[in-house]
């Protein structure tokens, strides 16, 4: 089954504990994004990676980092999570940047005290 | 920038009657637009997209959308709700060039039976 799969689906840590979620898609997709969704704010991008050597900034990347190592794998890293980082966060797939619709992962919810 | 607006928190509606969820975007070019469905405790589901073409776009579900570009609106349409579609709904939308998909806020849709 096509799909995009994002884990763990719920975490709770604290603060300044290091923390990675892990997306994987098995799609074949170039291009991979993260977001996170908040209520009132709808969903913000995190970082974007449109291939395996191109990985940039969306509109909220402070206080996270990710790699694009091999095609299928996109992890989150939270160095140093804070409060404010609590959300439900979001990976997601296509085959290209234009006009191909994202596939999404389940999600994963996050809450740092 | 690129920005898209959704008017309505939430839109009630009963059983076989008409809904329309609304968007509005505002870019500095010509758009693609995207309509995706959440479901509590899932990832976004794409429903349809206005690339280029007819302006009236069918998608998923029974669900269409119109395309205005003098209004700049891309507002969802169903003939009869079924309180099966109650979820969040978001627009979104791409300018040609940009990798950023940028999200609406969501719309919570209700049908009552």
């Known amino acids: 089954e096509a799909q995009v799969t994002q884990n763990p689906r719920y975490l709770i840590t604290v603060t300044g504990k290091k923390l990675t979620v892990t997306c994987s898609q098995n799609m074949n997709h170039e291009y991979m994004s993260w977001y996170r969704q908040d209520p009132g704010l709808g969903l913000r991008q995190i970082y974007y990676?449109?291939?395996?050597?191109?990985?940039d900034k969306g509109d909220v990347p402070e206080g996270y980092k990710v790699s694009r190592k091999e095609k299928r794998n996109f992890p989150l890293i939270l160095e140093s999570p804070s409060p404010n980082q609590t959300s439900l966060y979001f990976c997601?797939?296509?085959?290209?940047?234009?006009?191909?619709?994202?596939?999404f992962g389940n999600g994963t919810r996050l809450t740092v005290t | 920038a690129q920005s898209v607006a959704q008017p309505e928190d939430q839109v009630k509606v009963a059983e076989g009657n008409p809904l329309t969820v609304k968007c509005t975007y505002s870019v500095s070019g010509n758009p693609y637009l995207f309509w995706y469905v959440q479901y509590p405790n899932r990832g976004l589901q794409f429903l349809l997209k206005?690339?280029?073409?007819?302006?009236l776009v069918k998608g998923s579900y029974g669900f269409e959308a119109e395309f205005n570009k003098s209004q700049t609106s891309f507002h969802l349409k169903k003939p009869s709700a079924l309180v099966s579609d109650s979820a969040l709904y978001f627009c979104a939308v791409r300018v040609p060039g940009f990798q950023k998909l940028v999200f609406g806020t969501g719309t919570r849709l209700l049908v009552s039976p």
């Open positions: 206005y690339i280029t073409g007819d302006n």
């Open positions: 990676s449109m291939n395996v050597e191109v990985t």
């Open positions: 997601a797939s296509s085959p290209d940047s234009r006009n191909s619709p994202l596939h």
